[in-house]
Antibody
């Protein structure tokens, strides 16, 4: 049973970079059984896929965020990370890290972390 | 890349069945057999209920079932229970991406 935990600052200033880390326990992040992704949910709104990184290192991003987002993986720490640059208030959301099955189904979720963009 | 279309609300009485629809296009739901459904209670992380159109993860009651026809997927909850009251989201694989529906609030009357 995988467990995922997000960490990072809960407050980011406009125009700066949002950086979050997801620590995976209960299994190796190097497995080919899962892919590693980020999903966000603005307050009171629906879910929004941000991107996914495969064990091969290949990454896929939401087209509207592609110019601002980077997902990376650190196998030595069993962690993967999200960086979102040039943030605005529209990026305020609960950010979830997930373990995805092939085809994009998010089987395991972190508890989520609220990130507020405000000066 | 537009969001999948779900009705904003659905309701049913305990013991009844309710079906929630999720409409996409020939580029997502109509093309891939990778449709998922999630249940989210207030303040909680979503929970995977259905994947690959009609498969249930271990521990999900068989009262939950999924199907797909053309560009529309459906989630059926049979024998409604009060704890089924929650928001439900569909998602589909698309080309190099994942698309979500806007969510449906299920009320158990």
């Amino acid at each position: 049973q995988l467990q995922l935990q997000e960490s990072g600052p809960g407050l980011v200033k406009p125009s700066e970079t949002l950086s979050l880390t997801c620590t995976v326990s209960g299994g190796s992040i190097s497995t080919s059984s899962y892919f590693w992704g980020w999903i966000r949910q603005p307050p009171g709104k629906g879910l929004e896929w941000i991107g996914t990184i495969y064990f091969s290192g290949a990454t896929y991003y939401r087209p509207s965020l592609k110019s601002r987002v980077t997902i990376s993986i650190d196998t030595s720490k069993n962690q993967f990370s999200l960086r979102l640059g040039s943030v605005t208030a529209a990026d305020t959301a609960v950010y979830y890290c997930v373990a995805e099955l092939p085809g994009g189904a998010s089987k395991y979720w972190g508890q989520g972390i609220l990130v507020t963009v405000s000066s | 890349q537009s969001a999948l279309t779900q009705p904003p609300s659905a309701s049913g009485s305990p013991g009844q069945s309710v079906t929630i629809s999720c409409t996409g296009t020939s580029s997502d739901i109509g093309f891939y057999f990778y449709v998922s459904w999630y249940q989210q209670h207030p303040g909680k992380a979503p929970k995977l209920m259905i994947y690959e159109v009609n498969k249930r993860p271990s521990g999900v009651p068989d009262r939950f079932s999924g199907s797909k026809s053309g560009n529309t997927a459906s989630l059926t909850v049979s024998g409604l229970q009060t704890e089924d009251e929650a928001d439900y989201y569909c998602s589909s694989q698309a080309e190099n991406s994942v698309i979500f529906g806007g969510g449906t609030k299920l009320t158990v009357l």
